[in-house]
């Protein structure tokens, strides 16, 4: 049998079971694992609540298939519902499954180390392969594209937001530069234009280009936007003392989560004012105290953590009528408060500037 936790090692397991099972424990609780993976949390929620039932949804077809045949490794298949589909689909899923309200939602973002592995898929810097990066292959955008396409200003805004790279601008200044002359189209090539461009002195821990790769993978991929979308999905499909839980490794989706979960933890209200109304109270209550953070222990067993940020909340009220209708406006828009001030922060202009 397959040991998949050589593959990867879920982060934060123990925690992560901790927030979520309590809220599926009784016989029909339904959790969403919104980015199944491998399905490592979901097979340890599901043996913390036997009488729970798991929808699994990944992007990744090839996720999708090893995590079903590890649900059935371990007895579990018929508990689990597989579905390949981004998890901004969230609603429209549920719909499809006939399923109105649901006790927990689970989200742990990012790349599976399978993912990271494949070399073919050039998500990695640390192997030569075509620059694609796309977690569906079925869609149109890859990094090629991005490199090929985009202009200076907006390659800019993108390393300096979803890479938090300090080089940004001239990174992406020699990208243009050179790209009529010689297309950008393996890691290897990206590799050394950042290694000619950050100076020695500067150099981060590892791989120069490692930040390049991950801001290119977050606009590939439009993780943030996703993200922003799923959210109030989540809560508008949420039982009473339903709970969403999150692992973010980037501070921008740490933010985005951080934001959504404060509309809900907080009265909605002028400070001061004396009397709180009904339909201004708090909805959620904090399962965390700020975001939760891997020890050293656990960074040392499984590198990955070494970024995390997790955060959990529980619906402890239905969430008011006013408070649904954004909900359901925030659930259709692509643009949320952390991107827009990363755009207003570089050049404020379009994608494509
Ligand atoms: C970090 S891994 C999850 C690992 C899983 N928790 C485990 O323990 O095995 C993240 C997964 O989410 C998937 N994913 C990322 N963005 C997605 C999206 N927008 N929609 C659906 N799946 C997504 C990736 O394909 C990947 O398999």
Same mark, same amino acid.
């Given at each position: 049998?397959?040991?998949?936790?050589?593959?990867?090692?879920?982060?934060?397991?123990?925690?992560?079971?901790?927030?979520?099972?309590?809220?599926?424990?009784?016989?029909?609780?339904?959790?969403?694992?919104? $980015? /199944?993976?491998?399905?490592?949390?979901?097979?340890?929620?599901?043996? +913390?609540?036997?009488?729970?039932?798991?929808?699994?949804?990944?992007?990744?077809?090839?996720?999708?298939?090893?995590?079903?045949?590890?649900?059935?490794?371990?007895?579990?298949?018929?508990?689990?519902?597989?579905?390949?589909?981004?998890?901004?689909?969230?609603?429209?899923?549920?719909?499809?499954?006939?399923?109105?309200?649901?006790?927990?939602?689970?989200?742990?973002?990012?790349?599976?180390?399978?993912?990271?592995?494949?070399?073919?898929?050039?998500?990695?810097?640390?192997?030569?392969?075509?620059?694609?990066?796309?977690?569906? $292959?079925?869609?149109?955008?890859?990094?090629?594209?991005?490199?090929?396409?985009?202009?200076?200003?907006?390659?800019?805004? =993108?390393?300096?937001?979803?890479?938090?790279?300090?080089?940004? !601008?001239?990174?992406?200044?020699?990208?243009?530069?050179?790209? +009529?002359?010689?297309?950008?189209?393996?890691?290897?090539?990206?590799? @050394?234009?950042?290694?000619?461009?950050?100076?020695?002195?500067?150099?981060?821990?590892?791989?120069?280009?490692?930040?390049?790769?991950? @801001?290119?993978? =977050?606009?590939?991929?439009?993780?943030?936007?996703?993200?922003? !979308?799923?959210?109030?999905?989540?809560? /508008?499909? /949420? +039982?009473?003392?339903?709970?969403?839980?999150?692992?973010?490794?980037?501070?921008?989706?740490?933010? $985005?989560?951080? $934001?959504?979960?404060?509309?809900?933890?907080?009265?909605?209200?002028?400070?001061?004012?004396?009397?709180?109304?009904?339909?201004?109270?708090?909805?959620?209550?904090?399962?965390?105290?700020?975001?939760?953070?891997?020890?050293?222990?656990?960074?040392?067993?499984?590198?990955?953590?070494?970024?995390?940020?997790?955060?959990?909340?529980?619906?402890?009220?239905?969430?008011?009528?006013?408070? !649904?209708?954004?909900?359901?406006?925030?659930?259709?828009?692509?643009?949320?408060?952390?991107?827009?001030? +990363?755009?207003?922060?570089?050049?404020?202009?379009?994608?494509?500037?």
């Amino acid at each position: 049998m397959t040991d998949y936790s050589m593959i990867h090692k879920p982060v934060l397991l123990e925690e992560c079971v901790d927030l979520v099972a309590p809220a599926v424990s009784r016989a029909g609780g339904i959790v969403v694992d919104c $980015t /199944l993976g491998l399905a490592g949390h979901a097979t340890a929620f599901l043996a +913390a609540a036997p009488g729970a039932h798991l929808i699994g949804i990944d992007r990744d077809a090839e996720a999708l298939a090893m995590a079903t045949q590890r649900m059935r490794d371990a007895g579990f298949a018929e508990r689990f519902t597989p579905v390949h589909a981004a998890f901004d689909e969230l609603s429209d899923v549920l719909d499809g499954l006939h399923i109105r309200h649901v006790n927990a939602v689970f989200m742990d973002l990012g790349l599976s180390s399978l993912q990271i592995d494949e070399n073919e898929r050039g998500f990695s810097y640390a192997h030569d392969a075509p620059l694609d990066m796309r977690m569906d $292959t079925s869609q149109e955008l890859t990094a090629e594209r991005v490199l090929a396409e985009y202009g200076e200003r907006d390659l800019e805004r =993108i390393f300096r937001s979803y890479g938090e790279e300090r080089f940004s !601008r001239p990174i992406a200044r020699e990208i243009v530069r050179r790209r +009529a002359a010689d297309p950008l189209a393996t890691s290897h090539q990206l590799n @050394a234009l950042v290694d000619g461009v950050v100076p020695q002195a500067h150099r981060p821990a590892g791989n120069p280009a490692k930040r390049v790769f991950q @801001a290119l993978r =977050i606009e590939v991929n439009g993780e943030l936007d996703k993200l922003a !979308r799923t959210l109030p999905q989540a809560a /508008l499909h /949420l +039982a009473p003392y339903g709970r969403i839980v999150v692992e973010s490794y980037h501070s921008l989706e740490d933010r $985005t989560v951080k $934001t959504f979960m404060n509309q809900g933890l907080h009265a909605d209200v002028p400070a001061g004012l004396p009397v709180v109304p009904d339909d201004a109270q708090p909805f959620f209550r904090a399962l965390t105290r700020g975001a939760l953070k891997a020890d050293d222990e656990q960074i040392a067993a499984n590198p990955r953590s070494a970024s995390v940020r997790l955060r959990g909340v529980e619906l402890i009220r239905p969430i008011p009528p006013r408070f !649904r209708r954004r909900l359901g406006d925030m659930a259709k828009d692509a643009v949320r408060d952390a991107a827009q001030e +990363a755009r207003h922060g570089a050049d404020g202009k379009g994608r494509r500037g």
